[in-house]
C-alpha cells in the first residue's frame, strides 16, 4: 500500500529503520491515509521514497573512475556495472556462476560479477573489459583473441578475456593442460576453446605487461 | 531477488548481536552459494551481515599444527606456501573444486556452511524435506544420480557438494565456533550432520552461531597424498565421487592413513574401519582392495546412482594406490 509509507516517513525515527520494520509499524496507520488528498498527492513520489530507504551508499572505482552511489542491497556487482554505469561489455550468461562470461577483476583478483552484491565490493576498484585497452590501443590478450579466432559469436569473450589475463597474472598459465583447468569456469558455448587456449599461451610467452 | 537489509559488521562481536536481532537474517562472506539460492527463491534471509570485515583472514601456523581464519578465500588457502608444503592434501582438494574465479570469492567458512546441490533442493517447483519439511523428498524415486549411498535416510538422500571438507575431515580438523555464549569447537567429522528426520539441518551449528575458523593437527601426511575427484567433465563440476587419501608409510608398511569420500553422503564420510584395517598392512592393490570392500559396507543406491556401488571402491583403490606412488 503506497500511502502508508507516506505519513510514517514524516516522522523522522524511520530514517534510521528498516524497511521491514517500518512496513509493519506503518499498517496501523494505514485507515488514516485512505482519505487524506494531501497524502494521495504525496504518494505519486511513493516508488522513489520507497527505493531511497533499501538504498545503501557505496564507494567504488571501476576503470580508474571513482563512484559515489546509492544502490539497493540486491543489486549485484553485474547489474550494478550493466544498469547504473551502463558497462555493458560485461556479460549476464547464467546469471548463477557457471559460465564466467560475467568475469571481472576486484582488487586485481577475477570474480563472477553475477554472484557478487555491488554493496559488498565497497572501496574496491573493479576492472572490466573497458578497462583493459589504452585508449584506441588494444590490450595485448584482445589482440590475440582476434588474431587466433578465440571466438565465435563473442558473447562469452569479454568474460574470457578477464579471466586469461587473470589466469596469467596467477601464472596458471604455464601449459595448455594448465591453460584449460584454470580457465575451465569460462564456458564457450561455440566451442572456441583451443583457439583461446592458443591466444592465452602466446600472450603468455609474449612477454607482455598485463 | 526478494530484497532483504543489508548490514556490514566488523567484529565477530557485532555479528553474533546483529544476527541475535535478526533470526530470520543470514551472514554474508563470498556468496557464491547464497546469492545464487537467493536468485533462486530458495532462501530468502530478511537481512543480510556482511562479515567480510571481519579480522578472520589469517593462516597461521602454531605449535601444534595450522590455523586458518574462516574469511580466508580458498585460492589462498590453496596457493599458500604453509599449506602446499605441509598439507599437500588440502590445497589438491581445493584446486578440484568450483573455478578459479569462485575460489577468488569462496571463503573457507562458506565453504563448509555450503548447502547441497541436490537439484530438487534448488527447484522450488519441487518436493524438499531440507528446503520445505514434510514436503517430500523428490529425489528418491527421482533423478538420484548425483545422491548418496551412504548415512540416507527416507526424507533426504542428498549428498554434501565440498571437496575441500572432504580433506579437512580426512585430516582431522577442527571447527572453531563463537556465538552467543561464547566460544567452542567441534571435530570436523561431527560438524555436519545425517539427515535422519530432520534434513533442513545440514550441520550441528547452533542458530546465532559463527565458525571463526579451522584448524588441522599437524602431521606426516606430505608425500603419499592423492585426492581423487571423479566428475561429469575434467574440471569444474561436483564430484560424482571423490576420494581423499593420505598415507604415512615406513618403508612398504601403511604406518597411518586416513580415507574420507564426497559425494556419497550428507557429510564427508570418513572411512574409519578401512583405515583401521589398512593400518600395519603392507602397500598393495590387494590389500587395497579388501579395504575398498570394508569401507562399502552398508552402501544402499537408488536407481539412477547404482553406478556409485561400482565406482566407489573403484576410486578408493586408485586413490590409495596413487597416493602410494
Given at each position: 500500500m503506497s500511502k502508508e509509507k507516506i505519513i510514517h516517513c514524516k516522522?523522522?525515527?524511520?530514517?534510521?529503520?528498516g524497511r521491514r520494520d517500518f512496513l509493519k509499524k506503518s499498517s496501523a496507520l494505514a485507515a488514516l491515509a485512505v482519505a487524506s488528498p494531501a497524502i494521495l498527492k504525496a504518494a505519486e513520489d511513493d516508488e522513489k521514497i520507497a527505493a531511497w530507504f533499501e538504498k545503501i551508499p557505496l564507494q567504488i572505482e571501476v576503470n580508474g573512475i571513482a563512484h559515489n552511489l546509492n544502490v539497493e542491497p540486491r543489486v549485484t556487482l553485474l547489474d550494478f556495472l550493466r544498469e547504473y554505469l551502463h558497462l555493458t561489455g560485461t556479460k549476464k550468461g547464467c546469471d548463477h556462476g557457471q559460465c564466467g562470461a560475467c568475469t571481472v577483476h576486484a582488487d586485481g583478483k577475477r570474480i563472477n560479477s553475477c554472484l557478487s552484491l555491488a554493496v559488498m565490493n565497497e572501496g574496491k576498484k573493479i576492472t572490466t573489459i573497458e578497462g583493459i585497452a589504452k585508449g584506441d590501443k588494444l590490450h595485448p590478450m584482445q589482440e590475440a583473441f582476434i588474431r587466433h579466432d578465440g571466438f565465435q559469436c563473442g558473447y562469452c569473450t569479454p568474460g574470457q578475456i578477464m579471466s586469461a589475463i587473470a589466469c596469467i597474472k596467477e601464472g596458471h598459465a604455464n601449459n595448455e593442460d594448465e591453460v584449460r583447468e584454470f580457465m575451465s569456469g569460462n564456458i564457450c558455448r561455440c566451442g572456441a576453446y583451443p583457439n583461446i587456449a592458443d591466444a592465452i599461451i602466446e600472450v603468455k610467452n609474449g612477454g607482455y605487461e598485463l | 531477488m526478494i530484497n532483504f537489509e543489508y548490514t556490514r559488521v566488523s567484529s565477530v562481536k557485532a555479528a553474533i548481536d546483529v544476527l541475535a536481532k535478526n533470526p530470520t537474517g543470514s551472514f554474508i562472506a563470498g556468496g557464491t552459494n547464497l546469492i545464487d539460492l537467493m536468485k533462486r527463491g530458495v532462501t530468502a534471509p530478511s537481512r543480510l551481515i556482511d562479515i567480510n570485515n571481519l579480522p578472520l583472514k589469517q593462516i597461521e601456523e602454531t605449535k601444534t599444527g595450522l590455523s586458518i581464519g574462516a574469511l580466508v578465500i580458498n585460492s589462498d588457502v590453496e596457493e599458500n606456501d604453509i599449506v602446499q608444503k605441509k598439507y599437500p592434501l588440502l590445497a589438491m582438494a581445493l584446486k578440484a573444486g568450483a573455478s578459479a574465479q569462485l575460489r577468488n570469492m569462496a571463503t573457507v567458512g562458506g565453504n563448509i556452511m555450503q548447502r547441497t546441490r541436490c537439484t530438487y533442493f534448488h527447484d522450488t517447483a519441487m518436493p524438499c524435506n531440507k528446503r520445505e519439511?514434510?514436503?517430500?523428498?523428490?529425489?528418491?524415486?527421482?533423478?538420484?544420480?548425483?545422491?548418496?549411498?551412504?548415512?540416507?535416510s527416507d526424507k533426504c538422500i542428498a549428498v554434501h557438494p565440498s571437496d575441500m571438507c572432504i580433506a579437512l575431515a580426512a585430516l582431522d580438523a577442527t571447527v572453531h565456533i563463537s556465538g552467543p555464549k561464547g566460544e567452542r569447537k567441534i571435530l570436523f567429522t561431527n560438524f555436519h550432520r545425517l539427515p535422519g528426520d530432520t534434513p533442513g539441518k545440514d550441520n550441528t551449528l547452533l542458530k546465532g552461531e559463527i565458525i571463526a575458523g579451522v584448524t588441522i593437527p599437524e602431521n606426516n601426511f606430505i608425500k603419499n597424498i592423492y585426492y581423487l575427484k571423479i566428475r561429469d567433465r575434467a574440471s569444474y563440476a561436483f564430484a560424482l565421487v571423490s576420494v581423499a587419501a593420505a598415507l604415512e608409510l615406513s618403508g612398504e608398511t601403511v604406518k597411518n592413513v586416513r580415507l574420507a569420500m564426497g559425494g556419497v553422503a550428507h557429510k564427508p564420510w570418513r572411512l574409519t574401519e578401512a583405515e583401521k584395517f589398512l593400518t600395519g598392512k603392507r602397500v598393495s592393490k590387494e590389500t587395497f582392495i579388501q579395504a575398498a570392500e570394508i569401507a562399502m559396507k552398508g552402501a544402499k543406491a537408488?536407481?539412477?546412482?547404482?553406478?556409485k556401488l561400482k565406482m566407489a571402491p573403484a576410486a578408493i583403490v586408485e586413490a590409495l594406490m596413487k597416493a602410494a606412488g
Open positions: 516522522n523522522d525515527s524511520c530514517l534510521h529503520e | 519439511p514434510g514436503s517430500g523428498c523428490g529425489a528418491l524415486q527421482g533423478y538420484n544420480r548425483m545422491h548418496a549411498i551412504f548415512g540416507a537408488y536407481g539412477h546412482n547404482n553406478f
